[in-house]
């Protein structure tokens, strides 16, 4: 994911073929939950709790729903190394005031001084395995101010959602790069229980260390393919805009590969690259073959076509369908497999740049809204701050009321 704004020119008009975006036909978007900052203190008195004083520091980038439709939200330390939990729980009972925040698994589990190799120092992308009854954090190791993470900081922790247990503590150092590396999303196959990691390598910009990073949980091992393929990089001339405006002109953001999803069966696995236009998709059983070589897995990669805008994360439902955050088009783009079609199928002004998506347990879209962009520009003013949840009925019809 990381000033200021300009116009999109042509090069968003981009395509008229059958696999471009389109904004025929969207549906409603709602505004589910919008809060001021965030909170990590509780309620006294039925009173709304006291908004952490760094809330602008702490915008809400992650979202996932357990099984019962518990929520799960990372406020990742990339402005400000100061808020208490880069994890949490997020209480959606509260639809007003700050966000109410409980770390998980704990504040000392998310301790910034604890040992790098347990404690959760920056956390944005994050998995909530519903099969397993876990959670696999994706610690990104670095946080502001550092310029690269300690030893053993990258790391995937696979924690039980009923206890907060350490499952499993998976390191990335030798998959990933502690300076130049950006550990961005994380995809799950609960089945064969095989992680797959986005390295969007953003601190090593222009020439990033993009990369895709395998992880098995049975051999606990990492490993990374498609290191600096341009399937996954930053594409040449493609500029990041939001609500009409070039993201930071003069010190453009330069993300790859982002957010990553797969599909229902877990043997597809897709992507699409921030500073960029296009979704792709791989098999993954050549992934999982420990032999296959580079050439091999970039000549099994398949482009899906334009996405009609830039875009930042990705989720698949039960029946396949491919739901994309578009943030130039302040929407959700969805790719159909079986027509291979993909259309904007929702858009509202009031988004401001549109993140994580994830799948309620009833079936309803939600992805967070925060301004990100704005954030980590500092255009934000303390108090100012709106953190978003938007949702969205994936049959097109209009929002259940809650």
């Known amino acids: 994911m990381s ?5 999109l020119a042509a090069a968003l008009a981009l395509s008229t073929a059958s696999t471009a975006a389109s904004a025929t036909d969207t549906a409603p978007l709602e505004r589910w939950r919008s809060y001021a900052g965030v909170s990590w203190e509780a309620p006294k008195d039925g009173a709304d709790p006291a908004p952490f004083e760094s809330s602008v520091n702490a915008p809400i980038a992650g979202l996932h729903f357990d099984a019962q439709g518990a929520a799960y939200v990372s406020t990742p330390r990339l402005v400000s190394a100061d808020a208490p939990a880069t994890l949490s729980k997020l209480d959606t009972r509260v639809q007003t005031g700050p966000a109410r925040l409980t770390a998980f698994p704990s504040k000392e589990g998310n301790a910034v001084k604890g040992a790098p190799d347990q404690s959760l120092r920056n956390v944005l992308g994050f998995h909530v395995d519903r099969k397993n009854g876990w ?4 610690d990104l190791g670095f946080v502001a101010g550092e310029s690269e993470a300690p030893p053993d900081a990258q790391k995937v922790l696979v924690l039980d959602l009923k206890s907060g247990r350490t499952v499993k503590r998976i ?11 950006f550990l961005n999303d994380i995809a799950v196959d609960e089945q064969r229980r095989v992680a797959y990691i986005s390295d969007s390598g953003m601190r090593s910009a222009p020439n990033n260390m993009v990369g895709l990073i395998v992880v098995d949980f049975a051999s606990g091992k990492a490993r990374r393919v498609l290191d600096r393929n341009p399937n996954l990089q930053v594409e040449p001339g493609v500029k990041v805009v939001a609500h009409g405006a070039e993201i930071w002109p003069g010190n453009p953001l330069l993300l790859g590969i982002n957010g990553i999803a797969l599909s229902p069966d877990a043997r597809t696995l897709y992507w699409t690259v921030t500073t960029g236009t296009r979704a792709r998709a791989l098999p993954t059983a050549i992934l999982r073959k420990a032999g296959a070589s580079d050439d091999q897995i970039a000549t099994a990669t398949r482009d899906l076509g334009s996405v009609g805008g830039n875009t930042d994360g990705i989720a698949t439902d039960s029946a396949g369908g ?16 079986r027509t291979k079609s993909m259309s904007l199928i929702a858009s509202d002004e009031g988004v ?10 009833d079936g309803d879209l939600v992805f967070t809204s925060s301004a990100l962009n704005d954030h980590f520009a500092g255009a934000v003013k303390s108090g100012e701050e709106r953190y978003e949840l938007w949702r969205l009925r994936i049959d097109g019809k209009m929002a259940r009321p809650r």
Do not use: E, F, M, Q
Request: aromatic share 8%; hydrophobic share 40%; charged share 20%.
């Open 3 to 7: 000033s200021p704004l300009v116009v």
């Open 171 to 181: 390191g990335l150092d030798g998959a990933a790069d502690r300076k130049g590396s």
């Open 322 to 337: 491919l739901y994309i955050t578009d943030v130039t088009r302040n929407g959700i783009v969805k790719y159909d497999p």
């Open 352 to 361: 401001r740049w549109p993140d994580t998506a994830a799948i309620h347990p």
């Open 135 to 138: 959670l696999w954090a994706l």
